[in-house]
């Protein structure tokens, strides 16, 4: 009898949980604010296509200020993957962590310029789970931390008698798309007070290179509008891009130590010295389904312009112009 008693109890509750949350989802709606939060079913798997591609322009010598893409090149290169990425909810708390089950399905690697194989091409087979919330932070990607750093053994040359050289990789691409998917939804400041249309709201991204270069974005989030779809509301978020002043130090590192680098930016890395980057600048738009809980595409494109202040030769300073573009797609 206490046993039917318990279930009855907790059952009673569970429902009053419901009413309550449903009660204050009504509220933000009479208030014209929307509750943006990503829901996951046991067993229900989403996939999802990420494909981040570059164009790399590199001029040689020309004043900073007049500099751009296409003169006086020296060379234009370019460098994409696509990767497709199951995600099977494993354990599914709608008021705790939810633990979801992601593999790496498939991994394709296009570049003008370098190695055959790349790194994130042994991804292909290799799972991960991630702790998710229900406001899509992520509370423990140590799995995925600790598969970035696998890979980032296989992009060093098995045996060299220089010592050790890098070859160039995709694997900060990898991050970016993995590491943040979640990202719009999870940066809300205050996500049970929801979000107005015209409302904004900031973050940080990575900026995914094949060279090593710590650095990030700062991204500013505004909900444009709410639109009706066949499959449920969409909030369509855009989002705007610059440079941030520092790197996150919790950012996952794929390599330590040192070592030379190979490829296109082998020579610039051991010749100049001070990279910068003066001008980075773009924008981006996502679509979030608010009653299915999760999101349905997103497109990030940004420029930016790298500049070495010193190098070997007088007077030559190279100029490294990159237009990148980040898109997800959620695959029926």
Known sequence: MKTVL????????????????????????????????????????????????????????????TAQPGQGMLDKQSESTEMVVAYTPIEVDPYGLSTIEATCESVKVKRSKGPKKDAVEYLPGKTFTLKVGSTG??????????????IGKKAFRA??????????????????????L?????????PTEGLRVGQSWKSILPIPTSMVLRKARDVTYTL????????????????????????????????????????PFGFFWSFFRGFNIPDLHGQGQELFNIDAGRIEQYEHKY???????????PGVEPKIFIKQ????????
């Open 6 to 65: 318990t279930i009855i109890t907790v059952l009673g509750l569970s429902i009053l949980a419901g009413c309550q949350g449903a009660g204050e989802e009504a509220k933000l709606l009479s208030a014209g604010r929307e509750l943006l939060t990503v829901d996951f079913y046991k067993g229900h798997t989403l996939r999802y296509k990420f494909v981040s591609s570059r164009e790399i322009d590199i001029n040689w010598g020309q004043d900073k200020s």
């Open 137 to 150: 932070k992520i509370e423990d990607y140590s799995q995925l931390d600790e598969l970035i750093r696998e």
């Open 159 to 180: 045996d060299s008698k220089q010592g050790r050289i890098k070859e160039p990789d995709l694997i900060d691409d990898f991050t970016a798309t993995q590491r943040f």
């Open 182 to 190: 979640w990202d719009s939804v999870s940066s809300i400041k205050k």
């Open 224 to 263: 444009d509008e709410v639109r009706q779809s066949e499959k449920g509301r969409l909030a369509v978020i855009s989002s705007s891009y610059s440079l941030a002043e520092s790197y996150p130090h919790n950012w996952p590192k794929p390599y330590i130590g040192k070592f030379k680098l190979s490829g």
């Open 303 to 313: 420029q930016m312009r790298l500049e070495a202040s010193s190098g070997p030769l």
């Open 325 to 332: 573009t980040l898109t997800m797609q959620l695959l029926e």
